[in-house]
């Protein structure tokens, strides 16, 4: 057999496995990069839903002692026959309650996602 | 055997015996990636369930006090019109004509909005509970569906289809490295050099097979993150409707529970029946007094009925 053909095949042998090496070295890069990526991706957007969570549940806790006061009030009114505290109670719940602090959420989602947004809480 | 022959038979061989070994350790690989990035998805999917299946039933349970709520609006207003038609007839204190005409108005509200709410009280009680039912369907099966390709990984049949296309790629594969063994042997055997090659092709064939895996895995991983993002968004969107809907809910009680209250109370009605006491002649300032704090109760919570507990906001985000 010519040796020349016995070397190129050798070679070519050799630059297989070379090729199976890169393509390892290319795959796991690749495999890291996903995996941080999206990782990262993740817990972001998990502290965001944890963050957003926090931040409506002080909202509604706010709303709620508020409301919690007019309907207080509300009963007493009714039993006693205050009209004056029975305007009051009822405009303050219905004041509270037609303002819906879900109504702009999605900016609010989008605003918090921005980086040069300043929340004012 | 020439010894030059069984040199280039042996390296052939092996390096394609190295890739075929190679590329089913990458493909077992990920595949368990893969199957990792499901499992946690379904987990999330589970949990988005089950908020959804709360906000349902937080939506029911407000549809069912509307519904008992706006009976008592109705109610309030029937007692508003007698009193009104009354004052009218009757040498009694008069009520000031745009106060009679609010207290008309309602009454004319009610049966224009509530007629259509309180005749269809069993589609009123759809309605307060059709937002969720209806973005139930269009929602999160439509999330989950964002979809339909996560779903149909994820769902029941997924799994036949994911290792028909997981599976497949590994089996072809394999397939390939029995095939390759025995060409390698073959090689071995007769040392052919023309064999050498053919090794080596099917070996990077196999390398090939377990990149495509590769690339296919990591489309895969990319949709599970961006659907478990999605689907996240929509889970704190749901919460967050169901505290809305608690809070309308609990308004709507105390103020139905008032206004109850202040029927019973009126002098009118403790007479027993309505008619009655409107045809007598007893109707007095205080009567209208109580009569007005009725009006403006049933006014207050009629406005609190009409709110909604998801905003459009929300719906969009939900829906999306």
């Known amino acids: 057999m010519n040796p020349q053909v016995a070397l190129a095949a050798g070679r070519l042998g050799l630059s297989a496995i070379v090729q199976m090496f890169n393509s390892y070295q290319c795959e796991a890069t690749r495999r890291e990069w996903v995996r941080t990526h999206y990782d990262a991706l993740l817990e972001k957007v998990k502290l965001e839903q944890e963050n957003l969570l926090r931040y409506y549940e002080m909202k509604f806790a706010e709303r709620r002692e508020s409301l919690e006061h007019f309907y207080w009030l509300l009963h007493e009114a009714t039993e006693n026959g205050n009209a004056l505290h029975l305007q009051g109670a009822l405009y303050g719940i219905l004041d509270i309650i037609k303002t819906d602090p879900l109504a702009e959420y999605d900016k609010f989602v989008l605003a918090y996602q921005d980086p040069d947004t300043v929340l004012e809480i | 055997m020439p010894f030059p022959l069984l040199i280039v038979g042996v390296v052939a061989g092996g390096a394609s015996l190295a890739m075929s070994g190679h590329s089913a350790w990458k493909q077992r690989k990920w595949k368990k990636i893969y199957d990792e990035r499901l499992s946690e998805f379904q987990v999330i999917q589970k949990e988005a369930e089950g908020i959804h299946s709360r906000l349902q039933a937080v939506g029911e349970s407000l549809g069912r006090v509307k519904v008992q709520a706006s009976r ?86 997924a799994n036949s289809a994911r290792l028909a296309w997981i599976g497949g790629g590994a089996v072809a594969a394999g397939g390939g490295g029995m095939v390759l063994g025995a060409t390698v042997l073959n090689v071995l055997s007769k040392a052919n050099i023309v064999m050498a090659p053919i090794a080596l092709g099917a070996g990077i064939w196999s390398e090939k097979k377990a990149h495509e895996l590769e690339k296919k895995v990591t489309d895969k991983v990319q949709e599970f993150a961006d659907a478990e993002a999605k689907l996240r968004r929509k889970m704190t969107a749901m919460q967050l409707s169901i505290t809305r809907a608690g809070e309308i809910q609990d308004s709507v009680q105390e103020t139905d529970t008032a206004l109850k209250n202040l029927l019973q109370n009126a002098e009118t009605l403790k007479l027993g029946a309505m008619e009655l006491a409107v045809n007598s002649d007893e109707l007095r300032r205080p009567d209208l007094h109580v009569a007005h704090q009725i009006y403006l109760t049933a006014k207050t919570l009629r406005e609190l009925i009409e709110q909604s507990a998801i905003s459009e906001a929300n719906r969009r985000i939900i829906e999306e």
């Open chain 2, 72 to 157: 008592t609006v109705e109610e309030a207003a029937e007692y508003l019109q007698a009193v009104a038609k009354k004052s009218q007839t009757k040498s009694l204190p008069k009520i000031p004509s745009e106060v009679l005409k609010e207290w008309i108005n309602l009454r004319s509200e009610i049966v224009t909005s509530l007629g259509i709410g309180v005749a269809g009280a069993a589609v009123s009680g759809v309605t307060a509970s059709a937002g969720p039912a209806l973005y139930t369907a269009a929602g999160l099966f439509g999330v989950a569906s964002t979809g339909t390709r996560i779903a149909s990984l994820s769902g029941a049949a």
